[in-house]
Nanobody, 128 residues
Framework: QVELVESGGGLVQAGDSLRLSCAAS????????????VGWFRQAPEKEREFVAA????????HYADPVKGRYTVSRDNAKNMAYLQMTQMKPEDTAVYYC?????????????????WGQGTQVTVSS
C-alpha cells in the first residue's frame, strides 16, 4: 500500500505564495517512488475536483492546467519520496482542498481516474 500525506496548506492573502508538500510512504513502497507520475488536484466547495499539475517520473516533464500556468511549479525529489507544489501570485479562486496523487507508470494525464493513490488533502484558503 501507498500512503500520501499533503502538508503546507493554510490561509494566505491574494498575491502571496505557498508551497505544498506531498510525502509518500508505505510498507511496500521503499525505492519505488520514481515509477509514479505525481499529480496535483484541487476541489473547491461545491465544485468538482480539478486537475492542477503533474510531473513525470524523473521530473523532466511537467503539465499544468491553464488557470495556474505561470504561477504554479510542480517538482519532486525521488530520493526523498517527496513532491511539491509551489504556488505564487495566489488568487481567491485558488481556494480549495489540494490533493496529491500517484499514477503508476503513467503519463502526464489530467484525468483523475488514471491516478491510483490519493492523499487526504490540505486546505488552502486565499483571502482577497
Amino acid at each position: 500500500q501507498v500512503e500520501l500525506v499533503e502538508s503546507g496548506g493554510g490561509l494566505v492573502q491574494a498575491g502571496d505564495s505557498l508551497r505544498l508538500s506531498c510525502a509518500a510512504s508505505g510498507r511496500k513502497f521503499s525505492g519505488t517512488f520514481d515509477v509514479y507520475v505525481v499529480g496535483w488536484f484541487r476541489q473547491a466547495p461545491e465544485k468538482e475536483r480539478e486537475f492542477v499539475a503533474a510531473i513525470s517520473r524523473d521530473g523532466t516533464f511537467t503539465h499544468y492546467a491553464d488557470p495556474v500556468k505561470g504561477r504554479y511549479t510542480v517538482s519532486r525529489d525521488n530520493a526523498k519520496n517527496m513532491a511539491y507544489l509551489q504556488m505564487t501570485q495566489m488568487k481567491p479562486e485558488d481556494t480549495a482542498v489540494y490533493y496529491c496523487a500517484l499514477d503508476y507508470v503513467g503519463t502526464l494525464t489530467d484525468s483523475a481516474r488514471e491516478y491510483d493513490f490519493w492523499g487526504q488533502g490540505t486546505q488552502v484558503t486565499v483571502s482577497s
